[in-house]
């Protein structure tokens, strides 16, 4: 049987996912509905994951293994590639199925997701058996969606990531590599699925000045080269925390919204001793932006000093924007530091034990603080 999954949903740049139910009854909850949904009877199946998208896709699957909910991941989907995910032992039930667009690609991250928020490694292949690592991290939660396979598929089952224009396998693939394209710097044209001479043209660019040949053939070859391209590119772009302390610091971002006026405030990122994350993908504008940070000592937090300027935050993982009022919302408020970037397209904020070593007394002192700037 197949599967089509789903009209990709657009998360903003370095947007957080709201967390508002504890993890471990809702793990509780998925293995009581994977147990409804009829776990236990023995059939043979092969699981595949098609990309009729135009993005490369980075996929992940959720199901349940000897008692345990199991998370796997993340397996690269070029464009127009089926993969098969499971071969063997697979027996009817409830799977939970997530894809996030590689980080190359320009504009804002597009995800294909569901309702039901489970665990997965940020930046690496992973088999996750324990679920509750997302309570101290919660920036390695994503949304999956649920999918249902019966006795009655006939042992095979194929879920599609498509968009809304419903390509072929083959049409998935010519677009994907139109899009590749204009992620490094070539014009093609429109993206359209459609191997014209336009882009027929940047493709033999493409290849020629990269030392892949002289045609303008899509293969395999050219495609993971174009997407290897496009997420080095992107490496170089963004907004980046680091910890350089010896302690966990709880790290927490304030960027220009999107598409509308004022900012918006977003945490938490943990951030280990020696760690890094991104917070902000693509080139960063003229705008300021604002850091807040709370730094775990033994038996007190410690929090970022030199903040001037008011935004919202949560004891949870939160996204608020900055023209609410936060008390009336159900948040709270914390001072962020400014950052002036001076046009540069990244940056990274360092956290530094002495940065955290204010008095706290005397940051109460200080007058009231600048509210949340709009734009």
């Known amino acids: 049987m197949k599967d089509k999954l789903w009209k990709p949903m657009v998360n903003g740049d370095g947007a957080?996912?709201?967390?508002?139910?504890?993890?471990?009854?809702?793990?509780?909850?998925?293995?009581?509905?994977?147990g409804a949904a009829g776990f236990g009877g023995a059939a043979k199946a092969d699981?595949?994951?098609?990309?009729?998208?135009?993005?490369?896709?980075?996929?992940?699957?959720?199901?349940?293994e000897e008692e345990n909910l199991l998370t796997r991941g993340w397996w690269r989907l070029r464009p127009g590639e089926c993969k098969t995910v499971i071969s063997a032992d697979v027996q009817p039930g409830r799977y939970y199925v997530y894809a996030e667009a590689i980080p190359g690609h320009r504009g804002d991250l597009k995800t294909w997701s569901g309702e039901t928020p489970l665990c997965v490694q940020n930046d690496s292949l992973f088999t996750l058996r324990d679920q509750s690592v997302c309570k101290e991290d919660p920036q390695r939660t994503r949304d999956f969606n649920a999918v249902d396979v019966t006795g009655e598929d006939g042992g095979n089952y194929t879920t599609d990531f498509t968009d809304e224009n419903n390509y072929t396998t083959y049409q998935a693939q010519i677009a994907g590599v139109q899009r590749l394209?204009?992620?490094?710097?070539?014009?093609?044209?429109?993206?359209?699925?459609?191997?014209?001479?336009t882009t027929k043209s940047a493709l033999r660019q493409y290849r020629r000045s990269r030392g892949l040949g002289q045609d303008g053939v899509v293969d395999n070859q050219v495609i993971d080269a174009l997407i290897t391209e496009a997420n080095n590119e992107d490496a170089k772009?963004?907004?980046?925390?680091c910890n350089e302390t010896m302690l966990p610091v709880w790290a927490a971002f304030a960027q220009p919204a999107d598409g509308s006026e004022g900012y918006r405030s977003s945490g938490w990122w943990l951030l280990d001793s020696g760690?890094?994350?991104?917070?902000?993908?693509?080139?960063?504008?003229?705008?300021?932006?604002?850091?807040?940070?709370?730094?775990?000592?033994?038996?007190?937090?410690?929090?970022?000093?030199?903040?001037?300027?008011?935004?919202?935050?949560?004891?949870?993982?939160?996204?608020?924007r900055s023209d609410i009022a936060c008390e009336e919302s159900g948040f709270d408020t914390a001072r962020f530091r400014r950052i002036d970037t001076g046009g540069e397209k990244a940056w990274t904020f360092v956290f530094r034990a002495e940065q955290f070593n204010q008095d706290l007394v005397q940051q109460a002192d200080q007058p009231a603080p600048e509210p949340a700037p709009a734009q």
């Open 16 to 34: 957080a996912l709201t967390i508002t139910r504890k993890l471990p009854g809702l793990v509780g909850l998925v293995l009581l509905a994977l």
């Open 47 to 64: 699981y595949k994951l098609c990309n009729k998208t135009s993005y490369a896709l980075s996929a992940s699957l959720g199901f349940v």
């Open 181 to 197: 394209l204009s992620d490094v710097g070539f014009d093609i044209g429109t993206i359209d699925g459609q191997l014209g001479a």
């Open 237 to 241: 772009l963004g907004f980046f925390f």
């Open 275 to 320: 760690s890094c994350a991104k917070v902000r993908r693509g080139a960063l504008t003229a705008e300021p932006y604002y850091v807040y940070g709370i730094m775990q000592a033994e038996d007190q937090e410690l929090t970022l000093a030199g903040g001037d300027t008011q935004f919202c935050v949560a004891a949870v993982q939160f996204d608020a």
